[in-house]
């Protein structure tokens, strides 16, 4: 199978000349998992309980239509939604998507990269911590998945996706959490197609070595979820780019879906739960932090779950006036961008990243840090119909 370029996969130096990738890359399923050892599940959800016109105008005073991060922060629902509306998701096509389409392409090579600052904003990178695979069958992870989207005609990509919890909505969340470069290439002004969730993607191993059942229930147990409405950060539409860089601090993304199949259950009443998110964590409290996604470059094939128990994240900034990026040793690769990252809160998993950037040679992976930028996004299409 030749390589298929997405657009996605990139590369930045870092201190000591270290490559950066964003990690949200096509998958590729011509071979198996092979024997590597899985792991015990790691806790990840919390039980449920029970193109328009824009309509007013917002203050954008950059070329690039980028607000201050002081603005930002004041964003009421109106600024949003006018936002959200410049900047709509095509709707995915009805039964697009097989098992075949989702096999389909691989990573593509890296591009050359600016460097990463020196002063004092960034600490050392963690060591290596090896990926487990998660255990088959995904119960205590069925939040988790893999989103699907279409970065040109015939150009099938992958990215990793988390149920989280809806504040308007209390135990019957719709409402995914990924990576911004997942629903777009940022200032080129590209919004992916056909985009859906498939969580706890192959949970039965109906899809390991290799095998392609033709019954989606083996490699979809809880359906196949299109997504209708979409936000990132203003930053990572104004600046995201082939490259990691500032815009990495800010490279978030969160979806609102519904069952292809319909049908009055939500998605998290579907998969038995959801993950809250844990916004501005102090990250002195950050002292164990897992990650989790759907790694699928080499030695991975995408097909399993895999986890990273990556212990106390370290910190790396691009531009030092916005919140640095956390960091844990992980050898996941491409595939797993948009990844949840958890952390315990009052004996709970919390959401308290996604995977955005890492090396060409993988062995850590950064994400960003969630402040009220992200806080105010998520009460946006919280409140969205």
């Keep these: 199978m030749s390589p298929v370029k997405t657009g996605l996969h990139r590369r930045t130096a870092a201190a000591g000349a270290v490559a950066l990738t964003l990690f949200g890359v096509a998958a590729c399923g011509s ?20 193109a328009p016109s824009p309509s007013s105008p917002i203050n954008l005073p950059s070329s690039l239509g980028l607000p ?47 460097q990463q600052p020196t002063d004092g904003s960034t600490d050392p990178l963690p060591a290596p911590i090896p990926a487990q695979a998660i255990a088959h069958p995904y119960k205590q992870n069925a939040v988790d998945g893999k989103l699907f989207f279409d970065v040109a005609p015939g150009q099938h990509a992958v990215c990793s996706a988390t149920v989280i919890s809806d504040p308007q909505h209390p135990g019957k969340s719709n409402l995914i959490w990924t990576a911004g470069h997942c629903l777009t290439t940022g200032k080129s002004g590209q919004q992916y197609s056909n ?9 039965s191993g109906a899809v390991s070595g290799g095998k392609q059942p033709t019954d989606a229930s083996q490699f979809a147990p809880f359906g196949i979820w299109d997504a209708t409405t979409a936000i990132s950060s203003p930053q990572w539409y104004a600046e995201g780019s082939e490259e990691g860089g500032p815009a990495s601090q800010y490279d978030f993304g969160i979806l609102k879906v519904e069952n292809q199949d319909g049908g009055g259950k939500s998605l998290e009443e579907t998969v038995g739960g959801s993950v809250p998110v844990w916004f501005n964590a102090p990250r002195d409290q950050l002292t164990a932090v897992t990650a989790i996604g759907f790694p699928s470059a080499t030695p991975y094939d995408g097909m399993e779950m895999e986890s990273c128990a990556g212990g106390k994240p370290t910190r790396l900034a691009f531009d030092t006036s916005r919140p640095a990026m956390n960091v844990i040793g992980c050898t996941m690769t491409p595939g797993s961008s948009g990844g949840g990252w958890f952390a315990m809160r009052d004996g709970k998993p919390a ?24 806080q105010s996004a998520l009460a946006y299409i919280s409140k969205k119909d």
Excluded: E
Aim: aromatic letters at 10%; hydrophobic letters at 40%; charged letters at 15%.
């Design 31 to 50: 071979s198996g998992s092979g024997d590597r050892t899985q792991s015990a599940p790691v806790p990840s959800a919390v039980p449920s309980s029970a």
């Design 68 to 114: 201050s991060l002081g603005d930002l922060k004041k964003w009421k629902f109106s600024d949003w939604d006018t936002w959200a509306k410049q900047h709509a998701i095509p709707q995915a096509v009805k039964g697009f998507w097989n098992l075949q389409k989702m096999l389909q392409a691989k990573p593509t090579d890296p591009v050359a990269p600016p």
């Design 195 to 203: 985009i859906v969730f498939v969580p706890a993607f192959n949970s």
């Design 351 to 374: 959401l308290v990243s996604n995977t955005s950037i890492g090396p060409a040679q993988s062995g850590w992976l950064a994400g960003p840090y969630l402040d009220d930028v992200a």
